[in-house]
């Protein structure tokens, strides 16, 4: 079923026939440890193992962007934040989507070790993993208080071996990270001083991906920050509406005209809509996002941000696992030819 089939679904019966439209489409059979029936929910114990997508890449090799189309993945909050709760997470967002994901994002904090065990399980799954690392002061890193741990961060990267899109200190253009940060010249000098101790690793297997905010190229906020073509392999944005809610091209546009001079692959890092906007506005947002997303060669991966922060300040809530409607939406865009990379060979 097309995506306008599903919207035009919504509007006309609601909820109970988008559900349909989502079993319409089809959903992944059980994995061997699962019985049928039974999918995995982020709250069950002991998950699956991560829905394969093919076959885990060389150990070495830095990740190699689709020749065609675009990577679908995924930001999935899990109920605990531990390993079992994150790929429990991710199952249930895959079972949900009807399909598994290309590309995975993972979050980690400065002084936490990894990769971790889900880390693992998703490249051993075939997946792609973007792990974002940030959280201590970019003076302190240029001056090399932390060169211990950086050190130890690339030897671990390396003996892993898999594949990894590293994105260091995203958003480094909010206003309210500018503590941390200290402007875009020590910012600057911190990413340099981070890449030489890899570099002086032979990390091999580490692709470098700058990621300020979309809406920070409207002001000329974010451009300061860029360390330069020698230093990033993959350009990113995390894009959102704001608050006038603008389409999704257009929300990205002002980032893209200046990508343009950069020959680089560009991954959407996070992207999303609030469900309070509404289901209808959002699913319209959505399938918008989709048709321009297939448009622009560049951009190789696309992940969204699913996150329900109802029970934190500010309270809001990103997710689409609790929203039929737009879960459907988002499954018949992953479904299109651009973005089914691996299945449609």
């Known amino acids: 079923m097309s ?108 002084d936490e070790a990894f990769p971790s065990a889900d880390d693992r399980a998703f490249a051993a799954a075939g997946k792609n993993v973007l792990l974002s690392w940030a959280g201590t002061s970019t003076t302190a890193i240029a001056a090399g208080q932390y060169d211990d741990l950086i050190r130890q961060r690339a030897r671990d990267l390396k003996a892993w071996g898999a594949p990894v899109l590293l994105e260091w200190r995203w958003e480094m253009d909010r206003p309210n990270l500018q503590a941390e940060v200290n402007g875009a010249q020590n910012y600057i000098a911190a990413w340099k001083h981070i890449r030489a101790i890899f570099t002086a690793e032979s990390v091999s297997n580490v692709s470098w991906v700058w990621c300020p905010l979309a809406v920070g190229f409207v002001d000329n906020r974010a451009q300061p920050f860029y360390p330069g073509d020698d230093q990033v392999d993959w350009l990113c944005a995390d894009t959102y509406p704001t608050k006038a809610v603008k389409p999704f091209d257009v929300a990205l546009r002002p980032f893209l005209g200046w990508a343009a001079a950069h020959p680089k692959p560009i991954v959407i890092g996070e992207f999303g809509m609030k469900k309070e906007r509404g289901e209808d506005v959002r699913q319209q947002w959505l399938s918008a996002m989709g048709t321009f997303v297939a448009t622009q060669p560049k951009i190789k991966a696309l992940l969204y941000f699913d996150a329900d922060h109802t029970d934190s300040t500010p309270s809001y809530d990103m997710s689409l696992r609790t929203a039929p409607g737009s879960m459907a939406v988002f499954s018949a865009i992953s479904r299109e030819a651009h973005f089914d990379v691996w299945r449609r060979k």
């Not at 093919?54 to 090799?61: F, I, K």
């Not at 991710?90 to 989507?97: G, I, M, S």
Request: proline fraction near 18%.
């Open 3 to 110: 995506r306008r089939a599903i919207l035009a679904a919504a509007a006309l019966l609601g909820i109970g026939a988008v559900v349909a439209a989502v079993i319409a489409l089809g959903t992944p059979s059980p994995s061997p440890s699962r019985a049928a029936g039974s999918p995995p929910t982020a709250t069950s114990p002991g998950p699956s193992p991560p829905s394969p997508v093919r076959s885990p890449a060389p150990p070495g090799v830095k990740p190699v962007p689709p020749a065609n189309g675009t990577w679908i993945g995924a930001w999935v909050k899990p109920t605990q934040a531990t390993p079992d709760g994150r790929l429990a997470a991710v199952a249930d967002f895959e079972h949900r989507l009807g399909r598994p994901l290309d590309i995975v994002h993972v979050y980690h904090t400065w």
